[in-house]
Antibody
């Protein structure tokens, strides 16, 4: 059964870079689109960025200048880096899978990242 | 960027009642509109894909309709376990979500 697991520091200092990894088990990272989605406490879902099977990456325009998504197919995982973080970046971060143009059919459990000094 | 506007923001409903949630897109998304349910401390769960297509394992009381810019999620005969947040999502151009609708059981 496919499982997605987010991992990374739960606390990041303001102005530093948030780094998260999503590890896929029970399936291959190839042939699918992989996204990061975040959700501040008590608020809605915000899509952050996505990498395609061919390596094409697209970002939320509001975050584009600070976000980097990359993939390591040999390790069956992909990563998120968000630079110059502020308290507004505090959120639960999810990784999720889709086939192009389709909905997200698998989600990780989410990981809380708090930006605080 | 396509903006999705959900209404209402909040709905308090008696069990067995019908629930209707709407999602309006700022421009046409065709049928690339999907619905999710999210319960507290859980990841979102896909309920309906491509506006009206059912998902295996999702109760038949959940249904969707619409195309273009106006979409509806209907819960026919609300059950206590349906208390949750509901989000629409479009995959037509970039990816965006609606602001969510909280459904509470009276």
């Amino acid at each position: 059964q496919l499982q997605l697991q987010e991992s990374g520091p739960g606390l990041v200092r303001p102005s530093e870079t948030l780094s998260l990894t999503c590890t896929i088990s029970g399936g291959s990272i190839s042939n699918y689109y992989w996204s990061w989605i975040r959700q501040p406490a008590g608020k809605g879902l915000e899509w952050v960025g996505r990498i395609s099977p061919s390596g094409i990456i697209i970002y939320n325009p509001s975050l584009k200048s600070r976000v980097t998504v990359s993939v390591d197919t040999s390790q069956n995982r992909f990563t998120l880096k968000l630079s110059s973080v502020t308290a507004a970046d505090t959120a639960v971060y999810y990784c999720a899978r889709q086939v192009s143009g389709t909905p997200f059919d698998s989600w990780g459990q989410g990981t809380l990242v708090t930006v605080s000094s | 960027e396509i903006v999705l506007t959900q209404s209402p923001d909040f709905q308090s409903v008696t069990p067995k009642e019908k629930v209707t949630i709407t999602c309006r897109a700022s421009q046409s998304v065709g049928s690339s509109l999907h619905w999710y349910q999210q319960k507290p401390d859980q990841s979102p769960k896909l309920l309906i894909k491509f506006a009206s297509q059912s998902i295996s394992g999702v109760p038949s009381r959940f249904s969707g309709s619409g195309s273009g810019t106006d979409f509806t999620l209907t819960i026919n005969g609300l059950e206590a376990e349906d208390a949750a947040m509901y989000y629409c999502h479009q995959s037509s151009s970039l990816l965006t979500f609606g602001g969510g609708t909280k459904v509470e059981i009276k």
